[in-house]
């Protein structure tokens, strides 16, 4: 899970709800499928089926053609600091951990307070954090606790943290497409159908935090976002990431393009826009994420749900990536097997990267863990196959 170099004091999402100007969003409507994807095929716009802008937080009594209604829980975080046991008003999902210091998360423990009083056994943090900046950030999953006690690290100072809930909130309708959305053949979830809740994009004065800029797509990296295996519910882990990425970081959104999940399920990550293709505006230009810093414009991010640094992606994850990677290389008209020169259309800096790289070479960092890096030169020629 990356992270920028310095981060703002957290914003609880229970308050920034009611302030944020959804009104003022659009999004993208039904993307219609695109068929196979055919071998050799370049920047070419995918049909789409548009159910028309409305805003995101209004009360949805008719969701309109090719669209149906459907309940999504508001996200709730609460931000503390330090080592003192942390109450929260709801039963805890995920705990956001952020230090500054080493990236190490040695001894480093979690502490659960349960809703009747009784507190759980010291657990280590676990694992590496996938932070590219000074310090460390994890994401926990703490099924439903009411609090919590943290150990900072050895070394680490400025000990953040984050109790969020994206399972019990009070709920807000959501214009869902009811067919597959599907990018060039590849079918995935839109963001509405993940129950992205798009308020969380603008600033208390209605302004939009990140806004899109957009360049020509150069490369692809491929992240994990070091979260547990075996994850229950991945949607709300999205949601989660999401609320860290938009509101903690202060990106104003989710920093990767597509998430895919251990089932095979793919997640259209940050916004790009009212274009056909997710990711892109409707000349095909990439939207830029917010997933390799210093190095985003252009560079198209897919991060794996879960903790691959000891193990592997599921069959059906590493599926699901091959035909997304896939469908991306080809939109694009680029070789996956190639090395190339990536020249950031920002301030000109170079890098020699491979065409689909990993997180860990643009950045000192673990991601996307040690046993998925050794699998990108399968990946990348997977993604080469007419398969």
Same mark, same amino acid.
């Given at each position: 899970?990356?992270?920028?170099?310095?981060?703002?004091?957290?914003?609880?999402?229970?308050? +920034?709800?009611?302030?944020?100007?959804?009104?003022?969003?659009?999004?993208?409507? &039904?993307?219609?499928?695109?068929?196979?994807?055919?071998?050799?095929?370049?920047?070419?716009?995918?049909?789409?089926?548009?159910?028309?802008?409305?805003?995101?937080?209004?009360?949805?009594?008719?969701?309109? /053609?090719?669209?149906?209604?459907?309940?999504?829980?508001?996200?709730?975080?609460?931000?503390?600091?330090?080592?003192?046991?942390?109450?929260?008003?709801?039963? %805890?999902?995920?705990?956001?951990?952020?230090?500054?210091?080493?990236?190490? +998360?040695?001894?480093?423990?979690?502490?659960?307070?349960?809703?009747?009083?009784?507190?759980?056994?010291?657990?280590?943090?676990?694992?590496?954090?996938?932070?590219?900046?000074?310090?460390?950030?994890?994401?926990?999953?703490?099924?439903?606790?009411?609090?919590?006690?943290?150990?900072? /690290? !050895?070394?680490?100072?400025?000990?953040?943290? &984050?109790? @969020?809930? +994206?399972?019990?909130?009070?709920?807000?309708?959501? $214009?869902?497409?009811?067919?597959?959305?599907?990018?060039?053949?590849?079918?995935? &979830?839109?963001?509405?159908?993940?129950?992205?809740?798009?308020?969380?994009?603008?600033?208390?004065?209605?302004?939009?935090?990140?806004?899109?800029?957009?360049?020509? =797509?150069?490369?692809?990296?491929?992240?994990?976002?070091?979260?547990?295996?075996?994850?229950?519910? /991945?949607? $709300?882990?999205?949601?989660?990431?999401?609320?860290?990425?938009? @509101?903690?970081?202060?990106?104003?959104?989710?920093?990767?393009?597509?998430?895919?999940?251990?089932?095979?399920?793919?997640?259209?990550?940050?916004?790009?826009?009212?274009?056909?293709?997710?990711?892109?505006?409707?000349?095909?230009?990439?939207?830029?994420? =917010?997933?390799?810093?210093?190095?985003?414009?252009?560079?198209?991010?897919?991060? &794996?749900?879960?903790?691959?640094?000891?193990?592997? /992606?599921? $069959?059906?994850?590493?599926?699901?990536?091959?035909?997304?990677?896939?469908?991306?290389?080809?939109?694009?008209?680029?070789?996956?097997?190639?090395?190339?020169?990536?020249?950031?259309? @920002?301030?000109?800096?170079?890098?020699?990267?491979?065409? %689909?790289?990993?997180?860990?070479?643009?950045?000192?960092?673990?991601?996307?863990?040690?046993?998925? !890096?050794?699998?990108? $030169?399968?990946?990348?020629?997977?993604?080469?196959?007419?398969?």
């Amino acid at each position: 899970m990356t992270v920028p170099p310095t981060v703002p004091t957290p914003v609880p999402s229970t308050a +920034t709800t009611s302030r944020r100007a959804g009104s003022r969003l659009t999004r993208r409507g &039904l993307v219609g499928a695109a068929g196979a994807v055919a071998a050799g095929a370049a920047l070419t716009p995918v049909a789409t089926a548009r159910t028309g802008s409305r805003p995101a937080d209004a009360d949805i009594t008719d969701p309109g /053609p090719g669209a149906t209604s459907k309940a999504f829980p508001g996200t709730r975080a609460e931000a503390a600091t330090g080592e003192a046991p942390v109450e929260a008003a709801f039963p %805890i999902g995920y705990v956001g951990v952020r230090w500054s210091g080493p990236r190490e +998360t040695t001894g480093g423990g979690i502490r659960l307070t349960y809703a009747d009083g009784r507190k759980g056994a010291w657990q280590a943090l676990g694992g590496n954090s996938c932070s590219d900046s000074d310090g460390g950030a994890l994401l926990i999953p703490v099924d439903q606790a009411s609090g919590y006690e943290l150990r900072a /690290p !050895y070394g680490a100072t400025d000990l953040r943290s &984050l109790a @969020i809930d +994206t399972t019990r909130g009070p709920t807000r309708e959501v $214009a869902v497409p009811r067919d597959s959305t599907r990018v060039r053949g590849v079918a995935y &979830l839109s963001r509405a159908a993940w129950g992205a809740d798009e308020k969380l994009r603008f600033k208390p004065d209605g302004t939009e935090n990140s806004p899109q800029t957009y360049h020509p =797509f150069q490369t692809l990296t491929v992240h994990h976002t070091a979260t547990s295996n075996g994850d229950p519910d /991945p949607a $709300a882990t999205v949601r989660a990431l999401y609320h860290v990425h938009a @509101i903690t970081n202060d990106w104003g959104d989710i920093g990767y393009h597509f998430l895919v999940d251990e089932k095979g399920e793919i997640y259209e990550g940050r916004y790009s826009g009212e274009g056909a293709t997710p990711a892109h505006d409707a000349n095909g230009k990439l939207v830029t994420g =917010f997933h390799t810093g210093g190095w985003n414009s252009g560079n198209l991010g897919i991060a &794996l749900i879960g903790n691959l640094v000891k193990q592997g /992606p599921t $069959a059906a994850a590493r599926d699901a990536l091959t035909d997304l990677v896939r469908s991306m290389v080809r939109f694009h008209g680029v070789d996956p097997q190639a090395k190339v020169t990536y020249i950031s259309p @920002i301030n000109g800096k170079k890098k020699e990267v491979d065409e %689909i790289s990993g997180h860990r070479d643009w950045l000192a960092t673990q991601c996307p863990g040690e046993v998925m !890096y050794g699998e990108l $030169a399968t990946l990348r020629k997977a993604a080469a196959s007419g398969s």
